[in-house]
């Protein structure tokens, strides 16, 4: 339809048709099974209302989207299609690594990969919208959808998230294979206090815009065509109620003109946060910040007409919802084709095939990050069949062996038992030497992490399950632990005031490290963990987080030396809970850092623990070393003036600088290195971080061979929202550190003139 055919089919609408546009439910009203995400409130809808209604989520099978959308067009009386939208965060069938461990890949072209085949694959299944990139900053552990997102870092998250809306969408929606993307949870959703799930969230006006919009603004930049309200309150106004986060700063400095969602029953929920007396007034509020659909209750369908014909809602704010919901449809090609790509038939084709699973098989190492191997534990020196028999005897063992569900939160896979185990892969090698034991249970007997107790081993079952693992042990080589958090100890409604391995777990890696010395834990988990006593027992350990349909090849891809782990960490790993929130970018304050090593009093910190991460953003090994030569600098003056002009100025002060390392493979195998470049500004009219992350890449090289690596720095990198609140620079003296994490002193400065 053309913009005027739209306009007049807005015209044309009754107040009552409008207002359906605006509501979302699931196909429980179509009487259809669909995956609840939420408190699933009673909706009893009449046949006439059940009518107007504007979209549907939680369905990703092409035979029901496709039956309701005929049946909807039928009804409407417009016969205006219904978008379709799902979770479609770590994949659709083919599952991907979880966006945390996306982010340790520091590879976005990675990142667009996925995306694109997620909407391949939830485009043939009808879906018309992803609730994804998740693009919240992260900084505490505690929270427990630190799993979604990529990580601690503004700019690496503005990266990943650019090229996952890139995937989803590609050039156009309306293109076959390609689903309207949805930056979320707009905005700040990533602070809660405490890490305590949709908790209170106080943010400065120089963190909220330095840090926490970063990204945001990246994925509106990047043509995102929708956004979602968050749960929380942001400095005690929700999100969902919140006019200037949603049309002055959203809409207005960010100049995004996409589809606003509110979070699943954000808008009825403005009652309990107090800021609503009751539903009528939830919808006035949410429709005046701006929310165009609200996501999973009947206020806006209860309410929103009354509201308007009162004249307590302008007619004015529906309409212009409703322009952006037909606009996107419109865009998606649904007047002409409301079924898009949902093809039952061709979906067999496309769900898990062979490119997909080798996407997903090759993507996994580039997320794992090695973050020990002592005495070089890894790789495993295993005999390849060839009979030469030099191969060592190892012992696999521990909860996740014979798991199924090696994928994160948010993964809705048809058939989670098709997903190869550890077990599986291991024996389809082979190899006589493997040895096999349980180990433990997931979890302590009778956890209650869902709303019922789940059974697992009981405590005596352990210490024979233990013991067994104890006595292979003894007669292995080596031994490999598959240990983690249980995958409801992570994603929406799992945080945790601990973050440290289950016990039966720990007790596992005790016993049999004693007997073993030589014992490597690989560990899957959503975020962050507490490891001094891991990494005191075994002698290598590798962060695998949730890597998907072909993690457990892509584990063993790893472990036995056919590729290497390429991860470096895109969130801090803690000494103890008590360090969180906790990230690299901080400030230098007034006086020294605790150490531990040097204890004294009236120094920054804690009195009981070193100040900074146990692991800091960026760190991470891989089976081969680098050197890095001292940084080098095209020019020591970068004019801040005017930095469009080229050249250098009678000051010499240059338009860019280029900073440079030369970066070595010093070891004796092909390797990839994850070269970081950061920036401080000394000083500033606010305090600055002491440094932060403005460059990056991917670099492999063989054995031996050098390469440079540059890197541009031009002033707009350097500004930030000053004392006055404005955006910009300030001149100085900078420093530009280029090495392999965010600890490192290979430095050079230069002055902003
Ligand atoms: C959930 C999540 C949100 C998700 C939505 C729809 O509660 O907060 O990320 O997209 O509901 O499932």
């Known amino acids: 339809m053309t913009a005027q055919d739209l306009e007049k089919l807005l015209q044309e609408m009754s107040l009552e048709e409008k207002v359906g546009q605006m509501v979302q439910l699931s196909p429980a009203v179509y009487g259809k099974d669909s995956v609840i995400t939420g408190p699933a409130g009673e909706v009893a809808l009449t046949e006439e209302k059940t009518a107007l209604i504007g979209s549907l989520l939680g369905t990703g099978d092409p035979e029901v989207i496709r039956r309701i959308q005929k049946e909807a067009v039928a009804r409407q009386p417009h016969h205006i299609p219904m978008l379709f939208m799902l979770d479609v965060i770590n994949g659709d069938q083919t599952i991907f690594p979880i966006n945390l461990a996306l982010g340790c890949s520091f590879d976005p072209d990675m990142a667009e990969r996925t995306a694109s085949i997620a909407a391949r694959e939830a485009s043939a299944a009808g879906v018309h919208v992803t609730f994804a990139p998740m693009l919240d900053l992260v900084r505490d552990a505690r929270w427990g959808r630190v799993m979604e997102s990529p990580g601690e870092d503004p700019t690496l998250n503005a990266r990943i998230g650019e090229a996952l809306v890139h995937g989803f969408q590609g050039e156009n929606v309306g293109e076959p294979g390609r689903v309207a993307a949805c930056l979320k949870h707009f905005a700040g959703y990533g602070a809660p206090e405490g890490g305590r799930e949709y908790d209170n969230v ?88 701006g929310v165009d659909i609200d996501m999973m209750t009947t206020c806006y369908l209860d309410n929103l007409p009354d509201l308007v014909r009162s004249g307590e809602v302008p007619e004015a704010l529906v309409d212009e919802a409703v322009r952006r919901i037909l606009r996107l449809k419109n865009d998606l090609g649904l ?101 096999y034991a349980r180990g433990c249970g997931m979890l302590p007997d009778k956890t209650v992490l869902t709303d019922h107790p789940l059974s697992d081993l009981t405590p005596a079952q352990n210490v024979e399950a233990v013991d067994a693992a104890c006595r292979l042990a003894a007669e292995a080589d080596r031994v490999v632990l598959f240990l983690g958090e249980h995958i409801r100890q992570t994603g929406e409604g799992a945080s945790r005031t601990s973050l440290r391995l289950p016990e039966p777990q720990m007790e596992l890696l005790r016993r049999v490290s004693a007997v073993n010395r030589n014992t490597i834990a690989v560990l899957f988990t959503g975020r962050p963990l507490v490891l001094r006593e891991v990494e005191q027992l075994a002698g290598a350990v590798l962060c695998v987080w949730r890597p998907g349909t072909e993690g457990a090849q892509a584990i063993l891809d ?196």
Not at 266 to 277: D, F, N
Not at 339 to 366: I, L, M, T
Request: hydrophobic share 35%; proline share 5%.
């Open 202 to 289: 106080e943010l400065s006006e120089q963190t909220f815009r330095n840090d926490y919009l970063t990204a945001y603004q990246a994925a509106v930049d990047a043509g995102c065509r929708m956004a979602m309200t968050s749960f929380n309150t942001l400095n005690r106004v929700p999100s969902s109620a919140n006019r200037v986060l949603c049309r002055q700063i959203l809409r207005g400095e960010m100049g995004f003109d996409g589809v606003l969602i509110s979070d699943y029953a954000a808008v009825e929920e403005l009652i309990s946060h107090g800021i609503a007396a009751d539903r009528r007034e939830a919808a006035k509020l949410a429709v005046e910040a």
């Open 335 to 435: 007047f002409e084709n409301p079924y898009k790509d949902a093809d039952a038939a061709a979906v067999q084709n496309v769900w898990c095939c062979d490119a997909f699973r080798k996407e997903a098989r090759a993507s996994a190492p580039e997320t794992f990050v090695l973050l020990k191997n002592k005495e070089n534990l890894l790789p495993l020196d295993v005999d390849t069949g060839d009979g030469s028999g030099g191969g060592e005897k190892i012992l696999f063992a521990g909860p996740y062996l014979d798991s199924h569900a090696l994928y994160g939160s948010w993964s809705f896979p048809n058939h989670p038992e098709e997903i190869p185990t550890l077990r599986e892969r291991l024996e389809q090698r082979g190899d006589g030497r493997f040895l």
């Open 558 to 753: 790893v472990l036995f030396g056919e590729t290497e782990p390429s991860g470096r960490l895109s969130m801090s790993f803690p000494r103890a809970e008590g360090q969180e929130p906790l990230y690299y970018s901080r400030f230098q304050g007034g006086r020294p850092r605790f150490s531990a090593s040097d204890p004294k009093a009236y120094r920054i910190g804690y009195i009981d623990e070193d100040y900074w991460a146990y692991h800091a953003f960026g760190a991470g090994e891989g089976y081969t070393r680098f050197s890095y030569s001292p940084v080098s600098l095209s020019a020591a003056k970068l004019c801040g003036a005017d930095p469009d002009r080229a050249g250098t100025d009678a000051s010499g002060a240059a338009a860019q600088i280029t900073a440079a390392v030369t970066l070595t493979n010093t070891g004796r195998r092909r390797g990839t290195e994850i070269v970081q470049m950061y920036l401080r500004d000394r000083t500033g009219s606010v305090v600055r971080p002491v440094r932060e992350l403005k460059g990056f890449r991917r670099v492999t090289l063989d054995p031996g061979e050098s390469r440079e690596i540059p890197f541009v720095i031009a002033e707009p990198m350097l500004r930030f929202i000053r004392l006055d609140g404005t955006f910009g620079s300030e001149p100085g003296l900078f420093d530009v550190y280029i090495g392999h994490d965010s600890t490192t002193d290979n430095s050079a400065a230069f002055a902003l003139v």
